[in-house]
C-alpha cells in the first residue's frame, strides 16, 4: 500500500495528524519511498488541516431513534468505541440487542454493565472472532437460526499492529480481521437482512467503521495487478516494515472499497440493505495497545490532546445506525460519514485508478471467502448483481 507523501501520516488507529517514524535505509525500504514520492498526483481534499481543525471542533451530539422491535448487533462490542455505541443503543430500546466479541467473559460482563447503566436488558452477549473465518460462520449460522430479524449491523471490531503477523486461517491479520472477516460476515448476513426488509417492510443498516485516514493512502499497481490482489498483500515477502507501518489505514481502505462495491450491487429499486461507512476521527482507543515504545507512540500520546473520548467517537457508529437521512440520499452517495455529515471519500478512491482498484477488490475477495464458506458464491449469484 501507497502512503501519499514522505510525511502523510499512518498510525494504527482511527485517525492520526502526525508524521510517520523515520525510514530506514534499506534497499527495499528506498525503493518503496521512491515509488509513492513518484506516483501520486492528485489533489488530496481532506488535508491535515482539516484534520486538525475537525478534530478541534468536537463531535456532533449523538442521533436518537426509536429501535422498538428491531434487533440491532454490533461487533466489538465490549471496549471503546463499539461499547459506547452499545450503550446509546440500548437507550433507544431495540427489541434485542446483540453485543459481540471474542471472549465469551467479557462480552457477559461488557452486557452486565450495559444492563445496569441503562436500566435495558434485551442485551445478550454474544461470541464471534473476526480473525476465524469458522467463527464467523458459525456466528452467521446462529444469526440466522436464533433471531428472527437483523435490522442493524455494526460491525466495529478492528485491529492494528505494526509488526507482520498472521491469523490461524494464515492471513496478515489486518486483512483478516479488518477486512475479510467483515466482509465475510455482510455476505452471510446478507440474506437475512433483505429477508427482514421484506418482512417487516423497512430498510436494514450494515455500518462499517473505517478510517479518515484513507485520505492519504492508496494501494499500489503491483497489487492490483497480483493474480489475487489480497494474497499478494498478504503475503510476508511483500509486507515490509514501511508497508506495515501503514497497513492499519491500507485494510480500512480495502474494506472501504469493498463495501462500495457491494453496495453497487445490491438491487437498487427498493432499495433492501443499507451500507454505510463511518469515521468516528482519531479516539482514545485500545488499538495503540500493540504500539511498541519508541517515536511512534511517544507522538500518538502527544495527538491525545485533540483525541476524541471513546464515547464521542461512538456517536459516529450511532449515526450511520439510526440517523434521520433520507435513504435514497444515503444510498446514491455511497454513504461514507464523518462528523455526522455526508463526505465524499478520498479523490483517490473516486479516481479511475481507485473504480479499478475496487473491482479487483471486490473479485479476489469474492474469490477467496467463496473457498472459505460455500455460501458465499450462492449470496453472491442470488442476491447481487455481476
Not at 492528485?42 to 468536537?58: I, N, T
Not at 453485543?99 to 452486557?111: F, Y
Not at 478510517?211 to 515490509?240: F, G, R, T
Amino acid at each position: 500500500m501507497q502512503r501519499r507523501s514522505p510525511t502523510t501520516p499512518v498510525a494504527g488507529v482511527e485517525a492520526s495528524g502526525i508524521k510517520p517514524p523515520p525510514f530506514s535505509t534499506s534497499p527495499e525500504t528506498n525503493l518503496s519511498l521512491q515509488t509513492f514520492r513518484s506516483s501520486i498526483t492528485f489533489k488530496m481534499k481532506y488535508s491535515q488541516e482539516d484534520f486538525q481543525r475537525e478534530q478541534k471542533a468536537g463531535m456532533p451530539p449523538v442521533a436518537k431513534a426509536d429501535l422498538t422491535g428491531k434487533t440491532v448487533i454490533i461487533t466489538g462490542a465490549n471496549v471503546g468505541i463499539g461499547f459506547e455505541a452499545t450503550k446509546h443503543l440500548a437507550n433507544m430500546n431495540p427489541g434485542k440487542l446483540v453485543l459481540v466479541c471474542r471472549n465469551a467473559t467479557k462480552g457477559e460482563e461488557a452486557a452486565a454493565v450495559i444492563k445496569k447503566e441503562t436500566n435495558f436488558d434485551r442485551v445478550e452477549a454474544w461470541t464471534m472472532d473476526q480473525g476465524d473465518f469458522s467463527s464467523i460462520s458459525a456466528f452467521a449460522s446462529r444469526v440466522e437460526k436464533d433471531l428472527d430479524r437483523v435490522d442493524i449491523l455494526v460491525a466495529n471490531a478492528g485491529v492494528a499492529d505494526p509488526k507482520y503477523s498472521t491469523t490461524g486461517d494464515g492471513w496478515e491479520q489486518h486483512l483478516q480481521v479488518n477486512h475479510l472477516g467483515p466482509t465475510l460476515l455482510a455476505l452471510l448476513l446478507l440474506p437475512k437482512m433483505m429477508e427482514t426488509a421484506k418482512k417487516h417492510n423497512t430498510i436494514p443498516r450494515f455500518v462499517s467503521v473505517a478510517s479518515d485516514n484513507h485520505h492519504w493512502i492508496d494501494i499500489e499497481k503491483q497489487v492490483i495487478e497480483a493474480p489475487n490482489s489480497m494474497e499478494l498483500a498478504s503475503s510476508k515477502e511483500y509486507c515490509s516494515p514501511s508497508v506495515m507501518a501503514g497497513r492499519y489505514p491500507a485494510s480500512k481502505l480495502i474494506n472501504l472499497l469493498a463495501m462500495r462495491a457491494l453496495d453497487s450491487r445490491l438491487p437498487q429499486t427498493p432499495p433492501p440493505v443499507l451500507f454505510v461507512t463511518v469515521s468516528p476521527g482519531f479516539c482514545h482507543s485500545s488499538l495503540r495497545r500493540n504500539l511498541e515504545p519508541g517515536p511512534l507512540l511517544e507522538r500518538m500520546e502527544k495527538m491525545l490532546a485533540i483525541a476524541f473520548t471513546t464515547e464521542e467517537g461512538s456517536r459516529q457508529l450511532v449515526f450511520g445506525a439510526v440517523a434521520d437521512e433520507e435513504e435514497n440520499k444515503l444510498r446514491a452517495s455511497k454513504a461514507f460519514i464523518m462528523k455526522s455529515k455526508l463526505q465524499e471519500p478520498s479523490d483517490w478512491v473516486l479516481s479511475e485508478d481507485g473504480k479499478r482498484a475496487e473491482e479487483k477488490i471486490w473479485n479476489d475477495t469474492v474469490e477467496i471467502l467463496g473457498k472459505v464458506d460455500n455460501r458465499v458464491q450462492k449470496v453472491v449469484s442470488e442476491y447481487l448483481s455481476a
